[in-house]
């Protein structure tokens, strides 16, 4: 089956830095990424939508200016958590749209730890 | 918007027992339903969907959903667990007609007693 990977699945970082995340599909082209936060015993939370080669679509209540999206290519997504704080400790997962078949998978997610 | 409710945070269930994962949902529109699994430490991987047609679905590892319009449910089954089976199970709607966002549960954790 078609395959998403992360990187880095695990990143521990100081407060005030900036983490950055990838999302790639490895084996077809993704026009629209998704990336997700799961907080703990809780569902996965939509933060936006990563178009290629446009301005990513951000849900309501998530700042844009603090979690910068970038989708330069049909392959890959990143998500930088800019001035990361401890509250921005989480479970990120992205996942791709593969066009054929118009089904969505996942990447094994990325976990943040902001000290 | 839709919306979905899975009303069991955590079922314990004795292995080779049969087991309902409850999810019902709400739309005013027409919608696809998913049932995704994520093992421990694991990501989401997708078991099982339905999009139209036929509304029992099934899954390659022995667990099926029906999908219930009258009752908006789309409970997951499986008439016999295995240890292996124990993981968090999300069920998901998004809005039929070619891609659209997904709304997840809150999941369920299924624990499969030895």
């Known amino acids: 089956g078609a395959v998403v990977s992360q990187h880095p699945s695990r990143v521990i970082c100081k407060s005030g830095t900036s983490v950055k995340i990838e999302c790639r599909s490895l084996d077809f082209q993704a026009t629209t990424m998704f990336w997700y936060r799961q907080f703990p015993k809780k569902s996965l939370m939509l933060m936006a939508t990563?178009?290629?080669?446009?301005?990513?679509?951000?849900e309501q209540g998530v700042e844009k200016d603090k979690f910068l999206i970038n989708h330069a290519s049909l392959t890959l997504s990143t998500l930088t958590v800019t001035s990361a704080h401890p509250e921005d400790s989480s479970f990120y997962i992205c996942s791709a749209i593969r066009t054929v078949g118009n089904e969505q998978f996942f990447g094994p997610g990325t976990r943040l730890t902001v000290l | 918007a839709q919306s979905v409710t899975q009303l069991d945070s955590q079922v314990p269930v004795f292995e080779e027992a049969p087991v309902e994962l409850r999810c019902n949902y709400s739309s005013s529109v027409s919608v696809y339903l998913f049932w995704y699994v994520q093992y421990p430490n694991q990501g989401l991987q997708l078991l099982l969907k339905?999009?139209?047609?036929?509304?029992l679905v099934e899954s390659i590892n022995g667990f099926e959903a029906e999908f219930n319009k009258s009752q908006t449910s789309f409970h997951l089954r499986k008439p016999s667990v295995h240890i292996s089976d124990t993981a968090e199970y999300f069920c998901a709607v998004s809005l039929s007609g070619g891609y659209q966002k997904v709304t997840f549960g809150i999941g369920t954790k299924l624990q499969v007693i030895p």
């Open positions: 339905y999009l139209s047609g036929s509304t």
């Open positions: 990563s178009n290629e080669g446009s301005k990513a679509t951000y």
